[in-house]
Every structure is written in C-alpha cells, then in structure tokens.
C-alpha cells in the first residue's frame, strides 16, 4: 500500500509560479510511476503530468507543457510539480497519483492505483 499526501497548494496571482510536493509512503514508491492530475470545479479530471519510476522518463500535457516540470526524488520519495507562468484556467483541485506499473506514464487514469486527498491551487487574475 502507499499512502500520497500533496502540499504546497493556495492563492497566488496570475504569473506566479507554486510547487507543489507529493510525499509518498513506502518503500515500494519507488519502483512506480508518480504524476499529477488536476480537476477544476464543473470540469472533469485531467493529466497534468507524470514520471516514470526511475525519474528518466516523464510526460508532460500539451496544456501545460513549457510551464510546469515534473520531478521526483526517490531517496526522499516524494514527486514534486514545479508551475509557473500561472493561469487562471490552472486553478483546480490537484491530486498525486501513483501507478504500480513503473513504466506507464501517460494519461490514461485507469492505470493510477493510488491517489491523494488533493490540494488546492487557485491563481486570480
């Protein structure tokens, strides 16, 4: 079993920038797949961005690429998810995810097993 618990949410301006950090529970977090997906109010999830359980492979969407850059430290067992330039349409509930199967990065959400409680990211303009 592992357990996510995200923080780093709040209330920023349009422009700024937040990081958010997942911090994972067990040993076995680093042989999966860590990622985040985001749900903003009235719209369904979607992927933000996720990262093989090395850390050398991630995949970022197109809606956010360029702004937000994924990490994870796997001594620390957290996976971290640097936003800048922010936007109003970024403001949403934020989850981390994580997948058993440490190779599978994509967007598909079927195959993220675990999920945290969310954290909230607002950004006014």
């Known amino acids: 079993q592992v357990q996510l618990v995200e923080s780093g949410g709040g209330l920023v301006q349009a422009g700024d920038s937040l990081t958010l950090s997942c911090a994972a529970s067990g040993r076995a977090f680093s042989s999966y797949t860590g990622g985040w997906f985001r749900q903003a109010p009235g719209k369904e999830r979607e992927f933000v961005a996720a990262?093989?359980?090395?850390?050398?492979?991630?995949y970022v969407a197109s809606s956010v690429k360029g702004r937000f850059t994924i990490s994870r430290d796997n001594a620390k067992n957290t996976v971290t998810l640097q936003m800048s330039s922010l936007k109003p349409d970024d403001t949403a509930v934020y989850y981390c995810v994580a997948s058993t199967n440490g190779v599978y990065y994509g967007p598909l959400e079927g195959h993220y097993q675990y999920w945290g409680q969310g954290t909230q990211v607002t950004v006014f303009s």
């Open positions: 990262t093989s359980a090395s850390g050398r492979g991630s």
